[in-house]
């Protein structure tokens, strides 16, 4: 049988192998961003607007967002600001002084516009130019986003911490505790939809309502609030204590991230 | 190659639309299933196999590069896959109607799982919702087909 694939098949294979090849050794990269440009205006556009019409949506069902949102940064400052207070006390007085200024000070944070947010990954307007580099951690108001694990020149993708690809080796800290002691560590994880805190030894104690924090492994910068825990997994009977864990913020409706970029020149 | 006409290529419009759509915020790749659909029944309307070939792979190319630049993936990575997925459908079309609701269900549900696969991230679920919105779309084409096959002197 004659196989039907013409001369017009192959053509437009080689074209798209040449593409590939030429985008694989960034020859193409200057005339790749200038296309790319307005189709991320215009995904940011719609990402906007899909936001603004879920907005919509919530206060068609009786929601009012603004209080919420306005509660929701109220809780988020708390918790951030509690997290600080236990880091503080267990230094000594040199180094109380040093975080009190924050301990982002002294990192270059490149501000990111969101362009999109599939599933478990953001896309943002900042790639390689801007500095952007794989590995680096995204963060919004002090609270962990995510971290980089692709980039082109003008934007990267960020795996979210709600993906379900992404684990972020942490530490547990008792809000308000007598001390700013690591209750215990552990590894976040998405499992069923949900957040869960795993790997935690059976003699560690946590409880509801305990902060889950960065624990500086794996690439992930220190002491970064991700959430709280909800509710205690599992049985005494398991290898590892389990919790469910709720982030301190929503991801979805997020315009504007900060990448941590490297020490200030 | 054959002349071609802008008018014949107005399905590139919503393939535009659904890919910036899939970069902003919708996490199915219905661009893949439209491209799908629409090609299976072009081709099975088509009078002239070699026209409607050519139409189809020059459609694919453009696809993958649209859903390449609203991305940021490789550019040209999936202009080939839409070209072996064009590929594909052309030899089985020449056979078998590819309008039928399990064939497309089934091709969509691997093609699918074959883009996110090499894309880093395989995307089960993904291509199961895919595969039953393919099979009622499929149903749908057999309904309103008459339930027969078509059958066309191909050229």
């Known amino acids: ?265 | 190659m054959s002349r071609i006409s802008i008018g014949s290529y107005w399905m590139l419009l919503p393939i535009l639309f659904l890919s910036l759509l899939q970069e902003a915020f919708l996490p199915i790749n219905f661009v893949l299933l439209f491209f799908i659909v629409w090609a299976s029944v072009s081709f099975q309307l088509a009078d002239f196999i070699e026209k409607a070939s050519q139409k189809i792979f020059l459609t694919a190319f453009l696809t993958g590069l649209i859903q390449d630049l609203a991305g940021d993936g490789r550019l040209g990575f999936l202009s080939l896959i839409y070209l072996l997925v064009g590929g594909f459908l052309v030899v089985y079309s020449r056979r078998f109607d590819s309008t039928r609701p399990w064939f497309l269900a089934g091709f969509i549900f691997i093609a699918n799982l074959v883009i996110s696969f090499l894309g880093g991230r395989p995307d089960l679920s993904g291509s199961f919702i895919l595969a039953i919105i393919a099979l009622m779309t499929g149903g749908f084409l057999s309904f309103f087909s008459g339930g027969g096959r078509i059958i066309k002197l191909k050229i």
Not at chain 1, 7 to 24: P, R, T, Y
Not at chain 1, 101 to 113: N, Q, T
Not at chain 1, 114 to 138: C, F, H, L, P, S
Not at chain 1, 210 to 218: A, F, K, M
């Open chain 1, 1 to 265: 049988m004659k196989i039907p694939l013409s001369k017009n098949f192959l053509f437009l294979l080689i074209i798209s192998l040449m593409l590939l090849a030429g985008d694989e050794m960034r020859l193409i990269n200057p005339l790749k961003s200038r296309l790319r440009q307005p189709f991320i205006d215009t995904e940011t556009r719609l990402l906007n607007s899909y936001q603004q019409f879920l907005s919509q949506v919530e206060k068609v069902r009786g929601v009012d967002r603004q209080a919420y949102l306005e509660l929701e940064g109220r809780v988020r400052q708390l918790a951030i600001e509690q997290n600080r207070l236990s880091s503080c006390e267990e230094e000594n007085e040199r180094l109380k002084k040093i975080l009190n200024i924050s301990r982002l000070a002294g990192r270059r944070l490149l501000e990111a516009r969101v362009i999109g947010i599939v599933g478990g990954e953001m896309k943002i307007d900042q790639g390689w130019r801007a500095g952007v580099k794989e590995k680096m951690t995204v963060i919004e108001d002090n609270i962990l986003v995510g971290q980089v694990i692709g980039l082109d020149e003008f934007s990267a993708a960020v795996r979210l911490v709600t993906d379900d690809a992404s684990k972020v080796p942490v530490v547990v800290k008792r809000p308000g505790g007598s001390s700013g002691m690591v209750q215990a560590r552990g590894l976040l994880l998405k499992e069923n939809g949900r957040l869960v805190l795993d790997r935690v030894l059976q003699n560690e104690d946590i409880q509801k309502g305990d902060l889950v924090v960065t624990s500086g492994e794996d690439n992930w910068l220190p002491e970064i609030v991700i959430g709280q825990i909800d509710r205690l997994m599992g049985t005494k009977a398991d290898v590892y204590k389990r919790a469910e864990v709720v982030p301190l913020i929503d991801y979805r409706p997020l315009r504007v991230v900060f990448v941590v970029a490297g020490e200030e020149p």
